[in-house]
């Protein structure tokens, strides 16, 4: 099992344009989460799939929107991209979306924007 | 007020010396509070999941403990592989399940 892939590894951006950052699971979870990571800000939640069909807001939605493709795929577009959006960008799958099972992460995507 | 919080930001130990990382949480209705480990580059690595005050969950060089407002991650013996930044999160009712990490702690073990 691959766990959680991501794509792309690494991607630089200028102001105002626009990208998807891919995910999917092969652990046939039902929850799947999109976060990103800032120095000294620890994990912040962008949006979340609780079930296939389903997406919903966290806490940082903003200049985001995502797609629940399948059940194995969920993806974070940038529409237009601003230089606050610079981050780590991290994937995540749970088996539900009220279960206290752990979520398994993706590698991330390095996303800079100039 | 954040809702999770570790100490130290960083932790700087030699070899074999022996510490404790603290996570606080001022959430009510916790339902779980979860370990992970960061290496530099690559994506959190899932550790333990505590459930209730007074459980205790162990792996190697680390034991996880869990009271009402708190849980420690003890680092007995530590050896330099141990150095990542670890970070905790905490699901609870409030939050409608979805989890709420901390800003994690840098441990870095010299040899």
């Known amino acids: 099992n691959a766990g959680v892939t991501q794509t792309p590894k690494f991607q630089v951006l200028k102001t105002g344009q626009s990208m998807t950052l891919q995910c999917a699971q092969d652990?046939?979870?039902?929850?799947m989460y999109w976060y990103r990571q800032d120095p000294g800000m620890g994990l912040r939640l962008i949006y979340y799939?609780?079930?296939?069909?389903?997406?919903d807001k966290g806490e940082v939605p903003n200049g985001y929107n995502v797609s629940r493709l399948n059940k194995r795929e969920f993806s974070l577009r940038l529409e237009s991209a601003a230089p606050s959006q610079t981050s780590v960008y991290f994937c995540?799958?749970?088996?539900?979306?009220?279960?206290?099972?752990?979520?398994?992460f993706g590698p991330g995507t390095r996303l800079t924007v100039t | 007020e954040d809702q999770v919080t570790q100490s130290p930001e960083a932790l700087r130990l030699q070899e074999g010396e022996s510490s404790s990382l603290n996570c606080s949480y001022t959430?009510?209705?916790?339902?779980?509070l979860f370990w992970y480990r960061q290496d530099p580059g690559k994506g959190p690595e899932f550790l333990f999941t505590?459930?209730?005050a007074g459980e205790e969950k162990e792996k190697e060089r680390l034991k996880a403990t869990l009271t009402k407002k708190e849980s420690f991650l003890h680092i007995t013996a530590p050896k330099p592989e141990d150095s990542a930044t670890y970070l905790c999160?905490?699901?609870?009712?409030?939050?409608?399940?979805?989890?709420?990490f901390g800003a994690g702690t840098i441990l870095r073990v010299k040899s």
């Open positions: 505590l459930y209730s």
């Open positions: 799939s609780a079930s296939e069909g389903t997406t």
């Open positions: 652990m046939n979870h039902n929850s």
């Open positions: 999160a905490v699901q609870a009712e409030e939050y409608g399940n979805k989890l709420v």
């Open positions: 959430v009510s209705g916790l339902r779980g």
């Open positions: 995540a799958s749970r088996e539900g979306p009220t279960s206290i099972y752990e979520q398994y």
